[in-house]
């Protein structure tokens, strides 16, 4: 995870390479279409800077934006507020920039990487977390509660009123992710309650799911073990 990537807030003229969200292309970025940013202030704010002169102080409001794959040409729309925000002071004045808040993408790009392997029920629990992550961290922390209890349908771990002892249930058989899943679902408990949920400690949560995933649903290295295989009995090239 390029956790820069996820901050909330992005520099107008730099946004970040956010993934592509189709499961098929695994190598795309996304980056803005040319001449498809729209900015739009509030009709009070108009009328305040016809009387009052312009200021970046007071330039604030929406925009929208498409973002196209530079690999399979999917467009996703990014739509949240912009604000201007000091980032220098300097004798006399001060410097400003304009900063893009994301709101709301369609779809919604990767958070994490997800194994081939892992079922379609968790990962469309983990799509839900990635687009709700840019308006309610809480939300997107409750989804990946949702994820966890799904995971333990899909790995056969009987149901119970508590999420902690099916999770304690599956690291009898896997001890190295009990503290991952269970990280994970103190994180969760916490937006599916209504408390807050912090960005980064969603980040957090989804970075310890993904090791965990990775552990539960290893990639099939059995080509490449194969292959090496072959080159050492022959000494050479295949």
């Known amino acids: 995870m390029h956790r820069k990537n996820f901050e909330e807030r992005h520099a107008a003229t730099d946004l970040p390479h956010w993934k592509c969200p189709n499961a098929k292309c695994e190598q795309g970025i996304l980056k803005l279409t040319k001449g498809s940013m729209r900015v739009a202030r509030s009709g009070a704010l108009d009328d305040f800077i016809s009387v009052n002169g312009y200021d970046p102080e007071y330039d604030d409001g929406s925009f929208s934006a ?29 410097e400003w920039e304009k900063f893009l808040f994301p709101k709301f993408f369609e779809p919604a790009p ?35 509660r949702i994820a966890l209890e799904r995971l333990m349908d899909e790995l056969g771990v009987p149901e119970m009123r508590d999420l902690h002892k099916r999770i304690e249930s599956y690291s009898k058989s896997n001890a190295k992710v009990k503290n991952h899943l269970l990280a994970a679902k103190w994180v969760g408990n916490h937006g599916s309650h209504g408390k807050e949920v912090l960005h980064g400690q969603v980040l957090d949560v989804l970075e310890i799911v993904e090791s965990a995933l990775a552990e539960i649903y290893p990639r099939d290295h059995s080509r490449i073990t194969a292959l090496a295989a072959s080159i050492v009995a022959k000494r050479g090239p295949v």
């Not at 973002?67 to 925000?85: I, N, S």
């Not at 194994?115 to 992550?133: G, I, T």
């Open 66 to 94: 498409m973002l196209e794959c530079v690999v399979c040409g999917d467009d996703v729309l990014l739509v949240g507020k912009y604000l201007h925000q000091v980032v220098e002071q300097y004798e006399g004045g001060y």
């Open 110 to 144: 990767p958070l994490i990487s997800i194994p081939p392997a892992c079922p379609e029920s968790v990962r469309e629990a983990l799509a839900d977390s990635f687009a709700l992550y840019w308006q309610s961290p809480s939300s997107a922390a409750n989804s990946v």
